[in-house]
C-alpha cells in the first residue's frame, strides 16, 4: 500500500471530486441533459457554405461566421488539418480554400497565398481524396467523367447481396443512397469566376495509380460500369432512382438531418434539390433549419462553428455514470433530471439495425437529440449502466433492453456501434471508398462497455453471449497488452474500456491478459504521472500510448489500473495526482488534444488488414474533439480510485479494494 504521500493526497481528492461535482450541476441543462462541442475540423465549415451555394440559401450573417471560423482553423504553412498538431491535409485544404474563395476572398490575399502553395507542392486537385473531387465537380471544378461510378441500381440489390446498401455501415449507408443520385445525375452548379480553381491544377499530377491486384480488378470493374452508363437504355434505372428518392425521404429524422451526422444530411439535401425539389419543400426546409438550430455553435467574437455531429445522450450519459460512481446519491435533484431524461430518449421503433435482427422489440439510445433509426450499442451500455446505478431500471426495461443488447451481438462475440455483423470487406475495395470507414465490424471497446454493463446487470460468465464476448476480448488483444481503441485515441482507450469489462464479469485480475495490459500501460506513463496518445498512432505502431499527457486519457489508463485491482500501485497514485493536479479552480480540466474518433481511416473500422495507405496527416481519418471528456472521465477515474482506496468500491463490486 501507498504511504504518507497517498493520505495528504486522498485527503484532496475528496474536494477535487466536490469541485467537479458542482461544476457538472451548473452546466446540467435545465431539460436534465448535458451536452459539449462535438468539434472535428474545418470541412464542415467549408462544405456547409458549398451546400448552401449549391440550394441557393445562402444566408450572408452566417456565411460570415463560418468564413471567418475556417479562417481562424487555418494552419501557419497555409494547410488545415484534421486534428490538433496535425500535419496539414490536401483534400481538407482544398475544400478551405474552395470555400473562402466562394465567401469572397480575394486569391491575392496572404493566407490564400499561402494555402494555395500548400495546396499545389501535394500535386493540387488531382491528388485529393474522392469525397473532395465529388464536391468540385458539383461545382464544375473537376469532370464527373473522372470520378469513380456508382450506379443507383444498387438500391435494387436484396440485403444479402454483396453490395447491397446494407453491406455499408449506417453512416455509409446514409451517405451512399444520396450519392447514387447525384452521381447519376451529375448536377452542376456555377461559381462566380473569382472562385474557380485553375490555379490548383497541377501539371503531370494525377490520381494515384492502383496499389495491388485487387485494386486494379476493382478498377476493372469500375470500367466496365462506364460502359455500361453510356448504354442507351437502362431498364431499372427510373426505378431505381425512385427508390432511393423514397429512401432518403423515409430516413430523415426529426430535427431534419440523416443519421444524426453531417455527411448524409448535406448530400441527401443535394439529391433533393437535384432532383427538383424547391427549397420550400418540407424535407429541404426541415433540413435547412435544422442545421441552423442547435447544430451551428455562435462565439462572441462572430465566429460560426458547424458540427458534425450532436452527442447528448453519450454527453448525459457518461456525465450521471461519473457523478453517481464519485458519490452523489441516486436521490439527488440532478441525478433523477438526468435519469428521467435519459428514459424519454430511449428508441421504441424500428431501425435499420432490423435487417438483420429481426424479431426482436426495438429499444436502445442513439448517439445525439434525434436519430430513431440508428440506436447506438456503446451509448446504450453506458446509459444503462448509468440508469441501474441510478436506480431508474425498471423490470420491463431491463427485459426489453438487454434482450436487444443480446441480439445485436455479432457472430464472432463482440459488439458493433450500429449494426450486427456487418463485416464484409468488399464495399473497402471500390474505388469510391478512400475516405472513411465503409463497415462497421464489432470492437473492443465497445465490447468492453457491453461487457462491463452486463456484469454490472448480474449476466454471469456461464452466460453464452458473456462466454462469446469475453473470448472476442481475449482474442483482440495487442501482442504488447493493449487493446485497439476504435472509437477513441487510441490504444489507452481500448485497454480503458476492455479491463473494467473483464473485471466486471468476474474475469482473474491476476491473469495473463491483464497484467499484460497493466505492464503496459506502466510503461507508457509520463514522466509527469499522466498518460497520452496521439491520433497518429492510428498509423504508427510506435506512437501507441504515446504523447503529451491529457486528462481524459490519463483517466482511460486510471479505470484500467484500477478494474485490475492497482489502485493502490505507484502507477494509478501518480495518475490520480496527474489529475488533481490540474484541475482548474471552477471543478473543470483543460485539454486541446483530440481524443475521440470518428474514422481512423483504414476502411474496414480496423487495423488488421486495412489497405488505405494514410501518413500522420489522417487523411482518410475523421478525429473528434468531444469538449466534454476532458470533465466527465476524470471525474469518473476519481470516483473508482477513491471507492477502491477505501476498499467500498461502491459502483462496480467486482472492482473493490485489493
Known amino acids: 500500500m501507498i504511504g504518507s504521500e497517498s493520505r495528504i493526497e486522498r485527503s484532496g481528492i475528496d474536494l477535487v471530486i466536490e469541485r467537479a461535482q458542482g461544476w457538472f450541476e451548473r452546466e446540467q441543462y435545465p431539460e436534465g441533459y448535458w451536452w459539449a462541442e462535438l468539434e472535428s475540423n474545418a470541412t464542415m465549415d467549408a462544405e456547409y457554405l458549398l451546400l448552401t451555394h449549391f440550394l441557393g440559401a445562402r444566408n450572408e450573417g452566417h456565411w460570415r461566421g463560418v468564413a471567418q471560423d475556417i479562417r481562424n482553423y487555418q494552419r501557419d504553412d497555409g494547410s488545415w488539418a484534421m486534428y490538433h498538431g496535425a500535419p496539414g491535409d490536401l483534400s ?193 426546409r426541415k433540413g435547412l433549419e435544422g442545421m441552423h438550430d442547435r447544430w451551428m455553435l455562435h462565439h462572441a467574437d462572430g465566429r460560426v462553428r458547424v458540427q458534425a455531429c450532436l452527442s447528448p445522450v453519450w454527453d448525459t450519459g457518461l456525465s450521471l455514470l461519473a457523478l453517481l460512481e464519485s458519490g452523489v446519491e441516486p436521490s439527488a435533484s440532478m441525478v433523477e433530471r438526468a435519469a428521467r431524461w435519459l428514459l424519454r430518449e430511449e428508441i421504441r421503433v424500428p431501425g435499420d439495425w432490423c435487417v438483420q435482427v429481426q424479431g426482436v422489440e426495438p429499444s436502445g439510445w442513439a448517439f445525439e437529440f434525434e436519430n430513431d433509426l440508428y440506436p447506438d450499442v456503446d451509448d446504450t451500455a453506458v446509459v444503462l449502466l448509468a440508469l441501474l446505478k441510478a436506480g431508474a431500471v425498471d423490470p420491463q426495461l431491463r427485459e426489453r433492453a438487454l434482450r436487444w443488447m443480446l441480439a445485436m451481438q455479432s457472430r464472432n462475440g463482440g459488439w458493433a456501434a450500429f449494426d450486427k455483423d456487418n463485416t464484409s470487406r468488399l464495399p473497402a475495395l471500390i474505388p469510391f471508398a478512400d475516405f472513411g470507414e465503409m463497415i462497421d465490424p464489432p470492437s473492443a471497446d465497445v465490447t468492453g462497455h457491453v461487457i462491463e454493463m452486463l456484469g454490472a446487470f448480474g449476466v454471469g460468465r456461464d452466460h453464452p453471449a458473456m462466454q462469446r464476448g469475453l473470448r472476442y476480448l481475449y482474442g483482440q488483444q495487442e501482442k504488447e497488452g493493449s487493446w485497439f481503441g476504435r472509437w477513441g485515441v487510441n490504444h489507452v482507450y481500448g485497454t480503458g474500456a476492455v479491463l473494467p469489462g473483464l473485471a466486471a464479469a468476474g474475469e482473474a485480475i491476476d491473469g495473463l491478459a491483464v497484467r499484460r495490459a497493466v505492464r503496459w500501460l506502466s510503461e507508457r506513463q509520463n ?129 473493490g479494494g485489493s
Open 92 to 284: 481538407t485544404s482544398i475544400e478551405c480554400y474552395f470555400a473562402l474563395k466562394l465567401a469572397g476572398d480575394p486569391a491575392d490575399a496572404p493566407h490564400l497565398a499561402r494555402a494555395r502553395a500548400f495546396i499545389r507542392e501535394r500535386g493540387g486537385i488531382a491528388r485529393a481524396r474522392t469525397f473532395t473531387r465529388i464536391w468540385l465537380a458539383l461545382f464544375g471544378q473537376w469532370s464527373w467523367d473522372e470520378l469513380p461510378v456508382m450506379p443507383p441500381e444498387l438500391m435494387l440489390l436484396p440485403a444479402s447481396a454483396p453490395f447491397s446498401i446494407y453491406r455499408f455501415s449506417s453512416w455509409a449507408r446514409g451517405t451512399i443512397v444520396p450519392l447514387l443520385l447525384l452521381m447519376n445525375d451529375r448536377p452542376v452548379r456555377p461559381v462566380p469566376t473569382g472562385a474557380r480553381l485553375d490555379e490548383l491544377r497541377v501539371p503531370d499530377a494525377a490520381p494515384r495509380p492502383p496499389r495491388d491486384g485487387i485494386d486494379r480488378l476493382f478498377r476493372a470493374i469500375d470500367t466496365a460500369l462506364r460502359g455500361y452508363r453510356r448504354l442507351p437504355f437502362h431498364p431499372f434505372r427510373q426505378r431505381a432512382r425512385k427508390a432511393a428518392e423514397q429512401w432518403i425521404l423515409a430516413h430523415q429524422e426529426a430535427d431534419g438531418s440523416w443519421g444524426g451526422i453531417q455527411p448524409p444530411w448535406v448530400y441527401s439535401l443535394m439529391a433533393l434539390s437535384a432532383l427538383g425539389h424547391p427549397l420550400d419543400h418540407p424535407a429541404l
Open 527 to 655: 514522466a509527469d504521472g499522466g498518460w497520452g496518445e496521439t491520433c497518429a498512432s492510428y498509423v504508427e505502431i510506435e506512437a501507441r500510448g504515446r504523447g503529451e499527457s491529457t486528462p481524459s486519457q490519463t483517466a482511460w489508463a486510471l479505470l484500467a489500473l484500477i478494474a485490475a485491482g492497482r489502485a493502490d500501485s505507484k502507477a494509478a497514485n501518480r495518475g490520480a495526482h496527474f489529475l488533481v493536479d490540474r484541475q482548474r479552480s471552477d471543478g473543470a480540466w483543460d485539454e486541446e488534444s483530440f481524443t475521440g474518433c470518428g474514422f481512423p481511416g483504414y476502411g474496414i473500422g480496423e487495423e488488421h488488414g486495412a489497405r488505405i495507405v494514410e501518413g500522420r496527416e489522417l487523411s482518410a481519418g475523421f478525429m473528434i474533439r468531444y469538449h466534454l471528456y476532458r470533465n466527465c472521465f476524470p471525474l469518473l477515474a476519481l470516483g473508482r480510485y477513491r471507492a477502491a482506496l477505501r476498499g467500498t468500491a461502491r459502483a462496480i463490486p467486482s472492482e
